[in-house]
């Protein structure tokens, strides 16, 4: 039997939402609650949560020191110090420390650098862009770092801009943990809303207005237990925005443990401008299977609602992480989207990509993407990231 | 040592409140796309320029907002002619024109491939009456 484009494309739309819409039911019909912490997929390891890893409990930015633990011992390459033994892992576990432990008691800094670039091929050749190459300061304080800050800087050369201009902060603010529980967070953070990818161009991140530039000022109420972690998060949108599109709500995220690595959660968020109002939602899955493997999914819509008309929204996303061995991990995302479903058309991707950790401290991700509309024409694009840690 | 942790925690404190309040710069985001050309009220201005509006909204606005520059906050013709991308009455020496066919039948812009002849056409119908 012959399969038309056509036929081949619709029947892509109907597998992407398709396996969306069955992870999500699995996870919330199906498997039983269990014992129920970086990567929405290192759910994989055991860490349902992001905060354990993260100063920020919804994950993203720098890294605790517990988090620098778990990246050397278990996420990262290595070559030369725990010779597999119990003694040679303590010995990596000490050496994750801020620069290797020599400066962890006298000073409670801890900095980051980060680089993300884009490539993509034209008829000219293979072109590459610098997206951003940022630098953060966490610094926890009192016992248990119940008090921290974190700052970031980023620079982001834009054609026609100069100077500080060229610079900007996605990520700064004080955090206070009351208790085990429960957590204030104020200053310009990620809205909280689904699955924090770090594929910024997601259609989940762009739809819902969750992109790599759309971090707001507002005050995150957190809490979390063994079956659950919600996120409230009053904003006033980012105030250095023109007041009449600066978009001021609400966002929130409740995210259920339904299995001993399965996470399903819900999320909305509520906002307007004096132009615009944008509603949306969504369910998601993080399920870890296997030894390392890893699988996320996630289903949305939004509502952009203005004077002079209304769209609506939908988009899936499905992303498998599967460990090839210990620092090596490839991963394939699946992406479909439909920016105005009152139109026909879509775009979609297919995405595969590795992530490597050469060494702790170290991380380099590359993403590849085709991406595909209605009329069947594609194109590849390339993004590449580095990280590093002191 | 009490006291001195607590001075220097303080001043820590103190030093980071004001790199927060500074380091929050730039307020470019997927909200610029929600300018009353986009979605508000009707373009003010030529039809042609209307016209090529569109096709930027539709073609460039979507990537070139937040990081890539905020291009849905240009909604006037002095602000595209102030931008630098635009020269008047030369599309050959404007950049928003000849990066969408810099090579052959395509450009460099935007990268998903090259934008249909009739919405290129209507930009430098645009470009050329300004």
């Given at each position: ?57 919804f994950?993203?930015g720098?890294?605790t ?5 778990v990246a ?24 994750s ?14 900095p ?12 000219a050749g ?14 926890g304080?009192m016992?248990?770092e ?8 980023a ?9 500080m ?9 004080v ?15 990620d ?29 995150l ?10 996120g ?19 966002s929130a ?5 339904v299995g ?21 939602t ?6 870890g ?11 949305g819509g ?13 988009y899936?996303?499905?992303?498998n ?10 991963l394939?995302?699946l992406e ?8 026909e ?40 990231q ?5 | ?17 004001i ?28 039809q042609e320029?209307?016209?090529a ?9 979507s ?32 950049t928003?024109?000849v ?8 450009g ?14 209507t ?8």
């Amino acid at each position: 039997m012959v399969q038309t484009p056509a036929k081949g494309r619709a029947r892509y739309s109907r597998c992407v939402y398709g396996l969306a819409i069955s992870f999500l039911i699995l996870a919330c019909g199906v498997l039983r609650p269990g014992q129920v912490q970086a990567y929405p997929n290192y759910i994989t390891y055991g860490y349902k949560n992001c905060g354990g890893c993260h100063y920020n409990p919804f994950g993203n930015g720098p890294l605790t020191d517990y988090g620098r633990v778990v990246a050397a011992t278990e996420i990262a390459e290595d070559y030369f110090i725990s010779n597999g033994t119990d003694e040679g892992m303590e010995k990596l576990a000490e050496s994750s420390m801020f620069l290797g432990g020599l400066a962890n008691n006298s000073t409670p800094l801890r900095p980051a650098i980060n680089y993300r670039g884009l490539g993509y091929f034209t008829e000219a050749g293979f072109r590459s862009v610098l997206m951003d190459a940022s630098a953060s300061l966490a610094a926890g304080f009192m016992e248990d770092e119940k008090l921290t800050i974190v700052l970031q800087l980023a620079y982001s050369p834009k054609e026609g801009l100069s100077g500080m201009d060229q610079f900007r902060s996605r990520e700064s603010y004080v955090g206070y943990k009351i208790n085990d529980h429960f957590g204030v967070y104020a200053g310009l953070m990620d809205k909280a809303f689904g699955i924090r990818v770090p594929d910024h161009i997601a259609f989940s991140r762009i739809f819902t207005r969750n992109a790599q530039d759309d971090q707001v000022h507002g005050v995150l109420l957190h809490y979390t237990s063994e079956q659950y972690e919600i996120g409230i998060q009053p904003f006033l949108g980012n105030m250095l925005q023109d007041s009449q599109i600066r978009h001021k709500g609400v966002s929130a995220i409740v995210e259920h443990a339904v299995g001993e690595r399965i996470m399903a959660g819900g999320s909305g968020v509520v906002s307007m401008s004096d132009v615009t109002t944008l509603v949306a939602t969504a369910g998601h899955v993080r399920l870890g299977y296997g030894e390392g493997h890893a699988l996320l999914s996630e289903l949305g819509g939004s509502v952009l609602i203005s004077d002079v008309a209304d769209r609506v929204s939908l988009y899936a996303l499905v992303q498998n992480f599967w460990k090839i061995r210990r620092g090596i991990y490839g991963l394939l995302t699946l992406e479909h989207g439909m920016v105005d479903t009152s139109a026909e058309s879509f775009q979609a991707v297919v995405g595969p990509g590795i992530q490597y950790f050469p060494m702790q401290r170290v991380e380099y991700r590359l993403d590849g993407y085709y991406r595909f509309n209605q009329t069947g024409n594609g194109d590849w694009a390339i993004s590449s990231q580095l990280h590093f840690w002191l | 040592m009490h006291v001195v942790l607590k001075k220097s925690l303080r001043r820590v404190l103190i030093v980071s409140a004001i790199g927060i309040g500074l380091a929050s710069c730039q307020g470019t985001n997927s909200n610029d796309v929600d300018t009353p050309a986009a979605g508000g009220s009707a373009c003010d201005g030529t039809q042609e320029f209307c016209d090529a509006l569109t096709v930027i909204q539709e073609r460039c606005v979507s990537c070139h907002s937040g990081v890539h520059m905020g291009w849905g906050a240009f909604t006037t013709e002095a602000q595209w002619t102030s931008s630098g991308r635009v020269v008047a009455g030369a599309p050959s020496s404007s950049t928003l024109i000849v990066r969408l066919r810099n090579h052959s039948t395509s450009g460099d812009m935007p990268p998903a491939g090259a934008i249909p002849d009739d919405e290129y056409r209507t930009l430098i119908d645009w470009v050329s009456g300004i």
